[in-house]
C-alpha cells in the first residue's frame, strides 16, 4: 500500500504546529502563580504523525515568598477546591486567598469561593484582623472582640491521573481522563500539607521549552516543504497529456 507524500506532510504540519502553539502558552505563563507546563506526545500513524495527547507535568514549582498569611503554597500532591457560579468547580495550585466583601475566603483572581473540608465555604465575619491559614488548612483569626477563633478548613483535592485534567482560563476541570476527584484536608495521608505565606511559582522550563520550539519550528518547516513538493508533483501529474 502506497502512503500519500501530502497527506503525510499535512498531518505533520498540524501535530508540529500544535506543539508550537503548547510550548509558546508554556512560555507566556511562565511568571503565573501555580501553572502547569504542558507537553505534546506524538504518535505515528500511517498517515504520518500526530498530536495523540497533550499531558501536564505536575511536578511542583518553586516556592516564592509573599509574606502574607493567606497565601499558602501545597507542598505535595493535591490541588484548591474553587466554587464558581452555577455550582462549578474549578482545581488551582494558586493559593492567593483573601477575604471577600460578602464574607467568603476567595481565590484574589477569580473571586471563586475557597471550598472548605466541611463541604462548603469558609465564612469570615466582617471586621476579622489576624487571618491565616495553617500547614493542615485551618483558618483562623481574631473577631473584633479579641477573641481567637477559627473559621474552617480549607480542603484540598486529588486526582488518580492529575495529568488528565482539563485547563481552564483559571485552573483546571475535572475529566474521564483525571478520574474520580477525591476531597480530603491538608496534612492528611494523600495529601499534601500547606506552606503559609508563600505561592507556587510556575514549573515551566524556560530553556527547555525554547528547544521544543526550535525543533518543533524546524520540523514544521522541513513538513511545509515536503506539502509543497508533493503538491508540485501532483500538479505535474495532472498535466501530462
Not at 500500500?1 to 508540529?16: F, I
Not at 512560555?27 to 500526530?50: L, R
Not at 473559621?151 to 483535592?157: E, I, N, P, T
Not at 514544521?220 to 515536503?226: E, G, H, Q, V
Request: glycine share 14%.
Amino acid at each position: 500500500m502506497s502512503t500519500d507524500p501530502l497527506n503525510t506532510g499535512l498531518s505533520a504540519l498540524e501535530a508540529y504546529s500544535t506543539s508550537i502553539d503548547v510550548s509558546a502558552n508554556n512560555v507566556a505563563n511562565v511568571g503565573t502563580t501555580g501553572f502547569q507546563a504542558q507537553s505534546v506526545e506524538f504518535e505515528n500513524i500511517y498517515a504520518g504523525a500526530v498530536a495523540a495527547r497533550i499531558s501536564t507535568n505536575s511536578a511542583a514549582g518553586g516556592l516564592d515568598p509573599t509574606g502574607t498569611a493567606t497565601n499558602v503554597a501545597i507542598a505535595g500532591p493535591g490541588f484548591f477546591v474553587l466554587q464558581g457560579p452555577s455550582g462549578s468547580t474549578t482545581y488551582t495550585r494558586d493559593g492567593n486567598f483573601v477575604p471577600s466583601a460578602n464574607g467568603f475566603l476567595v481565590d484574589a483572581a477569580s473571586g471563586f469561593a475557597v471550598q472548605g473540608a466541611s463541604g462548603g465555604p469558609i465564612a469570615i465575619p466582617s471586621g476579622v484582623s489576624a487571618l491565616a491559614i495553617g500547614a493542615d488548612g485551618t483558618v483562623t483569626g481574631t473577631l473584633p472582640s479579641g477573641q481567637a477563633t477559627t473559621f474552617g478548613r480549607v480542603a484540598l483535592a486529588a486526582f488518580q491521573n492529575p495529568g488528565g485534567l482539563l485547563r481552564t482560563g483559571g485552573g483546571y476541570q475535572a475529566s474521564a481522563n483525571s478520574g474520580s476527584v477525591l476531597l480530603g484536608a491538608p496534612a492528611t495521608a494523600g495529601y499534601g500539607s500547606l506552606i503559609s505565606g508563600f505561592l507556587e511559582s510556575s514549573n515551566v522550563d524556560i530553556a527547555d521549552e525554547m528547544v521544543k520550539m526550535i525543533a518543533s519550528q524546524a520540523a514544521f518547516d522541513a513538513n511545509a516543504k515536503s506539502v509543497r513538493t508533493a503538491d508540485q508533483m501532483l500538479k505535474t501529474t495532472l498535466n501530462i497529456d
